[in-house]
């Protein structure tokens, strides 16, 4: 009797994710171990220096690289437990959201927020408190940022000339006339 194969497909699905990070830290890992190796035979050829101090640097870089590596899952262990406290006891780690004001809003109950030399500020401790956005002018002073509130620029042009060549031996200079005329009604829009 003749035997058949017999073909069977299987399907496999796998989350790869971990892999995948994994593969990157090995590939890293590799890119410094060559690094490290390209720089030890780069000072013995190019730089001359001697094949002992070579090997010392080499060892000190690998060494260093290993350290880095076993290192590496206490920094996250760490890092993950202070991420935890922390999202334990500020408000957004209990389910609540980060409100973000890049575009203005109102404060409208005590509220905590970061100063940015360190420490804590309170906000609308005392009613509601508006957050304004701060933009630099064309003159380089911060102020309150009005956008939406601009008015378009209409600069018209009319060039009359009686020859090619005359016109394109004046375009740098209508060029320029152009520019100071939308500078002139941009700044009376601000």
Request: net charge positive; proline share 5%; aromatic share 4%.
């Amino acid at each position: 009797m003749p035997e058949t194969e017999d073909a069977m497909t299987v399907r496999v699905d796998a989350d790869l994710s971990q892999f995948r990070t994994d593969m990157k830290e090995a590939t890293a890992l590799a890119r410094r171990l060559g690094s490290a190796l390209t720089g030890a035979f780069e000072g013995a050829i190019v730089k001359g220096r001697s094949f002992g101090d070579v090997l010392k640097d080499l060892a000190l870089r690998i060494a260093r690289i290993a350290l880095d590596a076993a290192l590496k899952p206490l920094g996250n262990a760490v890092s993950n437990t202070i991420g935890s406290a922390l999202t334990s006891i500020l408000p957004f780690g209990k389910g609540g959201v980060v409100t973000p004001f890049a575009r203005g809003g109102i404060l409208d109950r005590p509220s905590l927020f970061a100063m940015p030399r360190g420490g804590l500020g309170l906000a609308g401790e005392a009613g509601p408190e508006a957050i304004l956005p701060l933009a630099r002018g064309a003159d380089g002073r911060l102020g309150v940022s009005t956008h939406g509130g601009e008015r378009p620029v209409s600069v018209t042009v009319n060039i009359q000339t009686a020859d090619l060549a005359g016109f394109q031996r004046s375009q740098g200079q209508i060029a320029a006339q152009m520019g100071r005329a939308i500078q002139r009604a941009a700044s009376r829009n601000e």
